[in-house]
Structures are given as structure tokens and as C-alpha cells.
């Protein structure tokens, strides 16, 4: 006896502890033991035309699922192998040994579905006893009836065999799973564990049964159009929306042998909403019902079936190995589903535009994660803009070969602004349009303006002709700008509008995330990365105010200032007045401002032009015109 041998052990089960787990904890859900049963129901026949094909040719595979409330019991009957008694002590009743993964591992049949042996101990997780009665097709004068409560105790006795080989598994439910029994209930459940498999499943006394949907990888598809079997295949499987459009999952390579549908669900998604919808059938079977991670993460809108006989279950058989096979079913399907939109563009012109309109923003989302994508989105899908949805091609045509694309959400002297410019303005501010135009301008080589950013603004708003006199910018300033603006002079169109408010997007993230409340607000990685972002800028200037030096108005306050009236505060203050009620019309309002003392302060200034013992040479009617009205050019006074 070699060294340290004296002292090895066996280890001990507790094997009603062991029953209870299984039967109880293994499983998510109590429905996974009709799929369990119906399943072992299937490999009873498959084992069938394996072990006797002279015997099987002539019988009709079937299962036959029965509920009655009355005595809060389900029945599930197959005409398949049936068991002798030596199997119902060898597999039946001994935990971990499946005589299914025994045949398939000597056969190599993989339309077996069963793996673990452990299947048959979830009826216990929902009934409180089971009886199985069987006659094997090998004894066909026997019949045998296993009774247990509970799964750690039971008996066989013998019966008068069954008309043909076959096995009943009658389910006594527990109370709380009573509703079970409903045959309604049944059909529901089974129509989406059973739709692929071969042999039919009937629900009671039903002729039609609930897996009796063409499965179209399957099934010869009709000549003249095999999109609308798809489409019906969706429709029926599909639980929540609509299919706009289906396209097929084939095999890519030699790494999956995954075949399947997939579909563009018809519910609309918004940004990063995940509608993600996939179900993985292993040999036939329902195995994971939500099974969205298997699909890219852009892809927000699809749904799908996928059949594989290599995936590998977890042990409750609800859930997937994360192995190789797994990951070479991720990679097919994100090629599925770009070769589906793709194929869906060029033959399906109708179903590419509902598309677009109900997916348009999680579309341009997807588009920045694949470069073909990129490609065959980039002059399609609809862009949010001050106009309404355009696509980048609208923008772009519109723009005189530039797109513009506003950084803040508009309103106030902006929208003002933008309307004056009559170009079409995208909303940088919704999901994915900002980075999405960056990479259409890079792909068609045009030019991107983004108003709000630097770069954008010194676009937009260009120098003057000649710079101001440093006391008169220091006048304007102090009879202009708030705390926290800054006056910029500028020239900019139209010449009608005399100055611009425009905010610093930089300061205003800066101030966000310097709330007390962002630590809560903000994932911690996240705010880590907008704070180096914002460490460039102090944050004091929180807008810029553009002086527009071009506009008429502008011209008379300025001379009404050089040649000593004092009207020219008066304008002055009326223009101030004009910008605090135009930032405050923004959609959330512009801190600080003091709306009322505005509306007053054109009140004043009224007044004070009205009054008699005026004199101003100032132009009311410059300072109050519409940005489209009037020229700037003194003979026209």
C-alpha cells in the first residue's frame, strides 16, 4: 500500500439532500419539467428507430400532452421505446446515468437531446408524486409502473401491458403549481419548447399540433417567394412585435454548425434600447429562451431562432457554456444580421424604409460599430435636425456640402439663429447623431460644422472687419454681458440679428458633474473621464456673447455712443433686455436670468425712447426689426 493510502475515504451523499437539490434548485422555473418529460418523450422515439428500424417503419411517432384540473394532474404519453424494469432501476431511478448520452455517444445519433440523466428528477420540483407506466418495444407482453413521492423512495410493479410500446409520465402537481394542469397553459408553453422538434406534439384531445409551424431551414421552401415562409415562421414564433423582415442563419464556416432565423422585430427601439430577442434550440429542444447576448449589442432590434447541435448546456439546461462553440455563434450571427440588412436594402425596398423609420436611432448607433454598417447606412438613415428627420445626404445638400450639427439641444438666440441661417441644423444632443455625422464627413470627405463647439463657432461667427476700440468693447460688455458671458465681436448671418448668446457646452458639462449629486447620478468610470475631459476649462465663462458688428442696429448704438447721446444706454439696455428674454425662451431656461427685470426693462427703455424731450438719432425700428427685415445700408435709413 503505497504512502498515505491507509487514510483515503469515500466520500459519503446525502442522497435526500442530493434529490432535493436537484429537483428543487436546479432548475429556474417549474415549467422546465414539461420540457424535461416532453423531451425524454422525444429520445424514446428516436431510440425507438435506432434499436428496432424493422418495428419502427410502420408506427406513427407521436406525444400526446394531457392536463386535468379536476385532479390537478398532467399526463405526457409516447409511443415510443418504452423502458424494461431493468432500465426503469438502471436509468430511470438512478440519478446522473441518461441512457440517451450512452446511445448518442455509441451511435453518434445527435438528434438525441438528453445529456445529463437528470432530466426526469425535475417532475418533482412540481408534482407530488410521479407515476411512470411503460411497455418496452422489446417486451411487448410487459407492462411496468413506477410510483415515488418525493424522488427518494419508489416501487415498481407490474402491469398489463400498454396496447403498444410506449410510456405515460402522470404528474400529480403540487398545489401551487395547480395551474399547470390548464390544458390553455399547456399549449403556451409547449408551442414554444416544442416548435422544432420532429415528432408531433398534441395537447389533449387537439388534431393540430403545437409544433405543426414549417420550419423554414428545414422544410423545401416554396420556389416563388421563401421570404414569406420566413416571414410567417417569424410572425408565428415572434411573442412581441411584428417582423418588419426575416433573413436565414447558415452555417459561416467550419467553427458552428448554427442554422436558424432571424428578424427586424416591428416595436420601435429608441437609442440604446434593448429589445434583443433570441431563443437557442440544442438538437430540437428549447434550451435558452433569452439567449440576447449571443447577438451583437448594437443590435437592439432583432430577434431569432438558432439551432445548434454543439452548443454545450449547463447542467439545468437553461443556460450555455461560455466555450468556443458559443463564441463562434456570436461571431456568425453578427454576420447574420449585417448580411440580413444588407439583403433587406437591395430586394426589400419597402421593408428597408419601416426599418429605418421605427430603428432610425439605434441604426445610427449600430452604424458606429462596423464599418459596413457605416457604409450602408450613411446616406439612409434618418438624422434628428431642426427640420425634422433627414438623412446625412439631405444635410450635406442643404448645407452647400457641409453638415451642421448643433452641440446643445437649440432653443433660444440659437434656434433663432439656426432658423435665420434656413440650413437644416442635426441635433448633436440625441442619441449617436454627433459621432455618427463625424464619421459620415470622414466617409463622404465634407466638411462638419459644430455649432457650440470652437472650431464650429469660429465658422460660424467670424471676425470683424475692423476690431472695437477697446473702450467701446469695455462699454458693451458692461451695458451687455451678465456675469459669466463674455462678449465676442463678430460678424455672422443675418445681418439682422444683432447679437447671439451662445452657451459653452464644455462649462455646462463641468457644472453637471461638479454637482453634489453627480457621484450618485453618474457611474464612477463615467464621471472619470468627463471630469479629465473638462479639466481644460475653468468653467467662469459659461457663454459667449456674439456682437454681431454687421448689423445695423449694432452700427447705431455704436455712433449713438461715440457722438454722446444718451440714448444710447437706453438702446443699449433694450438690447440687453431683447437677450435675456431670448435666453430664457431656451428649453430649459437660462440660470440667473432675471426675466421679469427684463420685460420691465423694455418697459423703461419704451418710455424713455417715447418720451418727449427725447432725441435720439438711434433707430428704434433697427433695433426691434426681424433678423429678415431691412438692409444695412445708411441711404436706405
Known amino acids: 500500500m503505497s504512502e498515505g493510502q491507509e487514510n483515503l475515504r469515500t466520500t459519503e451523499v446525502d442522497l435526500g439532500g442530493l434529490v432535493s437539490v436537484l429537483a428543487t434548485h436546479l432548475y429556474s422555473t417549474p415549467l422546465v419539467a414539461l420540457r424535461e418529460l416532453v423531451q425524454n418523450a422525444h429520445d424514446s422515439h428516436t431510440r425507438r428507430r435506432l434499436e428496432d428500424p424493422a418495428g419502427a417503419a410502420g408506427h406513427r411517432p407521436r406525444i400526446t400532452v394531457t392536463g386535468d384540473p379536476a385532479r390537478r394532474s398532467i399526463a405526457i404519453e409516447d409511443t415510443g421505446a418504452g423502458l424494461t424494469e431493468p432500465e426503469i432501476h438502471a436509468y430511470l431511478a438512478t440519478v446522473g446515468t441518461g441512457y440517451t448520452r450512452l446511445l448518442r455517444e455509441v451511435t453518434g445519433n445527435q438528434e438525441l437531446i438528453g445529456a445529463f440523466g437528470l432530466g426526469f428528477l425535475s417532475a418533482f420540483s412540481v408534482a407530488e408524486e410521479v407515476t411512470v407506466t411503460t411497455t418496452s418495444h422489446r417486451e411487448p407482453g410487459l407492462g411496468h409502473r413506477y410510483r415515488s413521492r418525493g424522488g427518494e423512495q419508489y416501487t415498481v410493479d407490474p402491469v398489463p401491458a400498454r396496447p403498444q410500446p410506449g410510456t405515460v409520465v402522470e404528474l400529480v402537481l403540487k398545489p401551487e403549481h395547480a395551474q399547470l394542469a390548464d390544458e390553455a397553459a399547456l399549449r403556451e408553453v409547449l408551442s414554444r419548447y416544442c416548435v422544432l422538434l420532429p415528432v408531433p406534439v398534441h395537447v389533449g384531445d387537439d388534431e393540430q399540433a403545437v409544433n405543426s409551424v414549417p420550419v423554414p431551414w428545414r422544410e423545401p421552401l416554396p420556389e416563388g417567394d421563401p421570404h ?216 463622404r470627405d465634407c466638411r462638419i460644422v459644430e455649432l457650440g463647439s470652437e472650431s464650429g463657432n469660429r465658422e460660424l461667427f467670424r471676425d470683424p472687419e475692423q476690431p472695437l476700440p477697446a473702450e467701446e468693447a469695455r462699454w458693451l460688455a458692461a451695458a451687455l454681458a451678465d456675469e459669466g458671458e463674455q462678449l465676442v465681436p463678430a460678424r455672422f448671418d443675418p445681418p439682422g440679428l444683432p447679437l447671439v448668446l451662445v452657451p459653452d457646452r464644455e462649462a455646462e458639462l463641468k457644472a453637471r458633474i461638479e454637482d453634489d449629486q453627480a457621484d450618485a447620478r453618474i457611474p464612477s468610470a463615467a464621471l472619470r473621464l468627463a471630469r479629465a475631459f473638462t479639466a481644460r476649462t475653468d468653467g467662469t465663462v459659461r457663454a459667449r456673447l456674439y456682437l454681431n458688428t454687421a448689423a445695423p442696429a449694432v452700427h447705431d448704438l455704436l455712433r449713438a455712443y461715440r457722438e454722446g447721446h444718451t440714448g444710447a444706454a437706453t438702446a443699449a439696455g433694450l438690447l440687453r433686455s431683447l437677450k435675456v428674454i431670448m435666453a430664457a425662451a431656451g428649453p430649459d431656461g437660462r440660470a440667473g436670468t432675471d426675466l421679469s427685470a427684463a420685460l420691465a426693462g423694455i418697459g423703461t427703455a419704451v418710455a424713455a425712447l417715447t418720451a418727449p424731450a427725447a432725441a435720439l438719432s438711434v433707430d428704434l425700428g433697427r433695433l426691434l426689426q426681424e433678423p429678415q427685415g431691412g438692409s444695412g445700408e445708411d441711404g436706405e435709413r
Open 228 to 443: 414569406q415562409a420566413r416571414m410567417e415562421f417569424a410572425g408565428a414564433f415572434g411573442r412581441r412585435y411584428e417582423p418588419l423582415t426575416a433573413f436565414p442563419l447558415r452555417p459561416a464556416d467550419e467553427a458552428t454548425d448554427a442554422v436558424g432565423l432571424l428578424w427586424v422585430q416591428g416595436g420601435g427601439s429608441y437609442g440604446s434600447s434593448d429589445n434583443r430577442d433570441l431563443a437557442v434550440y440544442l438538437r430540437g429542444m428549447l434550451l435558452a429562451e433569452d439567449a440576447r447576448d449571443l447577438l451583437p449589442s448594437w443590435a437592439g432590434f432583432i430577434g431569432g431562432v438558432v439551432e445548434s447541435n454543439r452548443l454545450t448546456p449547463t447542467a439545468s439546461r437553461e443556460d450555455l457554456q461560455r466555450d468556443e462553440h458559443y463564441r463562434a455563434l456570436q461571431r456568425a450571427l453578427t454576420e447574420a444580421v449585417i448580411d440580413g440588412l444588407y439583403e433587406t436594402a437591395r430586394l426589400h425596398p419597402a421593408a428597408w424604409r419601416r426599418i429605418l423609420a421605427r430603428h432610425g436611432e439605434a441604426l445610427l448607433g449600430a452604424a458606429l460599430c462596423d464599418d459596413r454598417l457605416l457604409t450602408l447606412l450613411a446616406d439612409d438613415v434618418p438624422v434628428p435636425t431642426s427640420q425634422g428627420d433627414l438623412t446625412a445626404g439631405a444635410l450635406r445638400a442643404a448645407g452647400s456640402g457641409a453638415v451642421h450639427v448643433a452641440l446643445g439641444s437649440g432653443g433660444g438666440f440659437e434656434e433663432m439663429l439656426y432658423r435665420a441661417m434656413q440650413v437644416p441644423i442635426a441635433r448633436g444632443d440625441r442619441y449617436a447623431v454627433l459621432p455618427f455625422l463625424r464619421r459620415y464627413a470622414l466617409l
